[in-house]
């Protein structure tokens, strides 16, 4: 019973690599998020995909791409990557119909 | 703009006693609510949640209240236990114009609950 998988869980990366997070649910939802957390900040959305096809802005887009590549799997990628994305990373998916959403594990990223 | 705001950033409580944590919202078309717990290294997890049509939640310990005229809802812990240490959150969620289907969920910044033994 995986639920939502994160890889990877940690990532050290320099100012200006690139990479990529990758998340996949195995709950038959339909809607899945991007979302970061830092101190005082909460929970911000980054993008989401309300289904297969689809992906939207969130709150804190600007940096960040997003792919949804099958209904399973949501990544979202990094071009070049700055130290004010220095954050934890959560991925989460939901059944749209009662809103409730699984998160992941988390990926914790450092840039340098 | 903070849609869904938790003003306390911290809160500490004694075993046994209640714990209320707080929540305000701004958005008028918020119409779902959710409280997650989120231990240190985990992703956060359900813990409760309450429609709109309702003031009131209980699973177990655990009681949300919503005030829809004064856009507030509280969960209250009763009684509070060591292990209910962690980051609070709350959660709304807007069903879109004329569909049944909800929207992303919007968090509030956390409250820090520590209780002490």
């Known amino acids: 019973n995986a639920g939502v998988t994160q890889t990877p869980k940690f990532q050290v990366l320099k100012t200006g690599q690139s990479m990529t997070l990758q998340c996949a649910q195995d709950?038959?939802?339909?809607?899945m998020y991007w979302y970061r957390q830092d101190p005082g900040m909460g929970l911000r959305l980054i993008y989401y995909?309300?289904?297969?096809?689809?992906?939207d802005k969130g709150e804190v887009p600007n940096g960040y791409n997003v792919s949804r590549l099958n209904k399973r799997e949501f990544s979202l990628r990094l071009e070049s990557a700055a130290p004010s994305q220095t954050s934890v990373y959560f991925c989460?998916?939901?059944?749209?119909?009662?809103?409730?959403?699984?998160f992941g594990q988390g990926t914790r990223l450092t840039v340098v | 703009d903070q849609q869904v705001k938790q003003n306390s950033p911290s809160l500490s409580v004694q075993e046994g006693r209640i714990s209320i944590l707080n929540c305000d919202y701004t958005n008028s078309m918020f119409d779902y609510f959710l409280w997650y717990k989120k231990y240190p290294a985990e992703g956060p997890t359900f813990l409760i949640s309450i429609s709109s049509i309702k003031d009131k939640n209980e699973d177990g310990r655990f009681t949300v209240f919503l005030n829809k005229s004064a856009k507030h809802l509280s969960l209250h812990i009763v009684p509070s236990q060591p292990g209910d240490s962690a980051v609070y959150f709350c959660a709304a969620s807007a069903r879109a114009a004329g569909g049944t289907s909800y929207g992303k969920l919007t968090f509030g910044q956390g409250t820090i609950l520590t209780v002490h033994p």
């Open positions: 709950m038959n939802h339909n809607s």
């Open positions: 989460a998916s939901s059944d749209s119909v009662i809103a409730k959403a699984f």
């Open positions: 995909s309300a289904s297969e096809g689809t992906t």
